[in-house]
């Protein structure tokens, strides 16, 4: 078939202009210059990361999660985050007060804990 090439992403954009470039765009025929709109940022997404946690940590958030809301609406990670939240809200004497005791505590039950060595206490 003859006629104008065209191809699927000229199909996909119908036309519509990328606006990933950041140059001005010239009007040739009124001879004016108009800067291109910012491109919109990325949506922002969570970040998939390992922490490691104890069973019991792993299965009380799962069933926290799923008491919240059965229908899985409400993960693990959402508990995880909410944690990671609170934490942040202690002061900064107090969190490494807490988290200096409880790698000591755990290093008793996870041996493995030591590995990485211990901090040093207060």
Partial sequence: MAGKGF???DMLSGGRRRTEHLEP???????TVTPSPAP???????????????PEQARWARSVAQDVADDGSVSASDVARLALD???????????RRLVDRAWAEAESFPGRTHRGMPPRA
Avoid: Q
Wanted: glycine share 6%.
């Fill in 7 to 9: 191809t699927a992403g």
């Fill in 25 to 31: 765009v010239t009007s040739e025929r009124l001879g």
């Fill in 40 to 54: 919109t940022p990325a949506a922002t997404r969570y970040r998939r990361t390992t922490y490691y946690v104890t």
């Fill in 86 to 96: 609170l934490a942040r809200e202690l002061d900064p004497a107090e969190l490494r």
